[in-house]
């Protein structure tokens, strides 16, 4: 039964367990259809409570932290309070799966111990629920249960589990879940069949399914998650328990096993690597040996025991929507009886999937570049072709860069008790500003509203390259935004996030005038626009207002930005940075180089644009500004309003 030779060892540091204390269920729900008959023979071979606390001892040696209990219903056991008090002593954290008519106030003491506890609604009245259930009075007794626990002080989560027979009332479900507890989570939107085998209990199942439209408006997915991990690497999510990278063979467990920390235990003491393996081959006998040898030897060499074989490779294995798909093998077995079939039923949720994707991106998401960085832009309610000024359009592209900092726009405001604000490290109107061990939150106000409900909040990680941001139902019905971070503009980041790449903004003007680029730098008033208009139809406007300089492979280049002034000229094109000309108006047109190296330094961080969060930007400025003095030509440039200083200019 065990390979012999020892494979290569699953990490042992913290494992999470799952342990069924019992397939019996007093809910005769179809979520607890029995795959073993429940006869007093299997009873009487369910595991004993010493059994059970020399398992829990065994794992916990092998760093077993965690535990998750379910069934059945657990609390049909009659040890069940010795059994969860012992396990819930010796773990860091715990879960609970019930159906809470057998709660009563000495199991609700019990389950004031810390830990994620989940109770199951499958209706919002008696009547529905009771006819899902089977079991007349089970609501209420859910209800008296959920009364105990409010009484011991004990919090819980409610569990929606949406089907045929009450998805009719899934709003009202909601409704009452959310006035039952402040924690509510929907539970399994599609149902898998029994491993029985037998067709009148799986037909039933498949009677209580939702239609795949459904089933993705109940439970939509991440399209960013999906973003995200595609270009972190080449893992591909499969369902909500397991992740696979790219199969290179035909093993169809290989890769699951070997990133898997936790495993499964029933009622019996068969121990493997899922819950859902029910397959008797692939679990390991407990009472006849020991946990490390199942968890170091056994279950590592169940690797090589599931191939898929050319009927895998041809269907699942191939399939352009593997990536939208929650097919597992596991789920292959238990509706066909071998885990190389498709299972037609979660082809259909993933091409619902893919479609709801797609539309997603269309209306949800935008990219934009800037200074060689590319902005994923996305939100939880829809952008149209009026949501952000005009100037963005020529800033837009179609997929992230190298360089991508992803905003993330939500559609509600928490309050300041919901946040762990941190140390305050900024404090000047319109924001303050809290850095945590690993991020930062910024609070502040939307400019030239005073309006204190219209508070703005947002979170960003240390380097400012993801960020949340939470919107006023207010700020999101304008129109033609002017930032797309919605601040008062969006230098706030990119200046911040520049410093960390050699660049930063400058207040100035720039062209690419005969292939280089400059940069004209001045304060208000000192003709930074008028010095565009001159040269208008000499080269590509960039920016009447605001420019970037950023380090490149061979010197500094200058980045158009769509931070313009009084002209609405911008550019996102970049060139290579010629010259910075300090603009004075005067009589006359004169070019005059500025030799002395300080006076170039003084002059840059003069106009340098700075950022709310200062902690250790000034540093990184101060540096690359220094790079910048010491490569870039600087000239101190006379004009005097006419055209000539085209000439001086192409003569340079």
Known sequence: MIKTQRLEQIPRLPLDGMLDLTYRCNNHCLHCWLWEPQTDEVKRQELTFEEIRQIVDEARQMGCQAWKISGGEPMLRPDFPEIFDYITRKSVHYSLNTNGTLITPEIAKLMTHRGRKMIALYGATAEVHDRVTRNPGSFEAMLRGI??????????????????????????????????????????????????????VNQSIRNQRLSSREVISIDPPDPLRDLDLKRASEITIVNDICSFTKVRDDRLFANCIQNRRDFHIDPYGKMSFCGFIKDPALRYDLKMGSFQESWDLFIPSLADVVHGRQEYQENCGSCELRGDCMICPVYAYLEHGNYSSRVDYLCQIAEESRRYKEEWRLSHLRYYKIGGITIRVSADFPFDENT???????????????????????????DESDLNLGKEIYNQQPWAIYQQKDAYVYMGYTPHIPDKELQLRAIFNQDHTVGTIYNPEKIRKMKGLTSLTGFASDQILIARVLADRQGFYLHASGIIFNGQGLLFIGHSGAGKSTMLKILRGEGEILCDDRMIVRKGEEGFRIHGTWSHGELPDVSPASAPLRGIFYLEQAQENAIIPIDNFQERLSNVLSFIIKPLQTADWWEKIVDTAVLVAAEVPAYHLKFDLSWDIKDLLKQL
């Open 388 to 414: 952000f000024d005009q100037k963005f359009d020529q800033f837009q592209v179609f997929e992230a860069g190298d360089d991508l900092i992803t905003l993330h726009h939500i559609s509600s405001v928490p």
């Open 147 to 200: 009364e105990y626990l409010n009484e011991a002080g004990a919090g819980y989560e409610i569990q929606v589990i949406p089907m045929r027979a009450n998805f009719h009332q899934y709003d009202q479900m909601l409704t009452l879940a959310q006035e039952l507890s402040p924690n509510v989570r929907i539970g399994s939107t599609w149902l898998f069949l029994s491993a029985s085998g037998s067709e009148r």
